[in-house]
């Protein structure tokens, strides 16, 4: 199987009546997307349906988990990676920047006291949040940070952990 390799040109094609689609009806380009998991019986684990495949997550080692399953806390990190990944990519192709090659870093500071509320003054979650994209292009300074700007606009990970939603938490017993 041969992967074409999309330009800018091709993109904006892809995009186009997306785009005049949503400018007409603003409720089209809404959607509702799930995460469904499921919580083990015998282990402190939850079984996350992903869509291709499950994938198992658990307590990470510093809180006593084993390891053996996926870190809830690497699991966004790795949303992050991947989002500014596809969005690097998608502005460099929308904006004509070739790379030769790039890697996106994330890499998040936790201080577990919070989560197994062994200090009331450490926070539960991330303290810092760093993104670090290698690239290698022949594009100037200019292009570069306009590149990135851009990138940091529009993912849509970077922006929920920037500007975090309105978040709610409901229960639904089982009869």
Request: proline letters at 2%; charged letters at 25%.
């Amino acid at each position: 199987m041969t992967v074409q390799k999309i330009d800018a040109e091709a993109l904006r094609t892809l995009q186009a009546p997306l785009k005049s689609k949503y400018r007409d009806n603003a409720d089209a380009a809404t959607i509702t997307l799930k995460a469904r998991g499921h919580v083990d019986e015998a282990k402190i684990a939850c079984k996350v349906e992903t869509g291709r495949a499950i994938a198992e997550a658990g307590l990470h080692p510093l809180t006593g988990g084993s390891g053996a399953e996926l870190c809830s806390g690497d699991m966004l990190l790795e949303a992050l990676v991947a989002c500014a990944g596809v969005t690097l990519k998608a502005v460099s192709t929308a904006i004509g920047i070739e790379m030769k090659s790039a890697e996106v870093v994330a890499e998040g500071d936790l201080d577990f006291r919070g989560t197994l509320g062994v200090d009331k003054e450490a926070a539960v979650g991330f303290k810092a949040i760093r993104v670090t994209f290698n690239i290698d292009t022949e594009a100037d300074e200019a292009q570069v940070a306009q590149l990135i700007k851009l990138t940091e606009r529009y993912c849509v990970i970077f922006q929920t952990l920037k500007t975090p939603p309105q978040s709610s938490v409901s229960v639904v017993r089982a009869h």
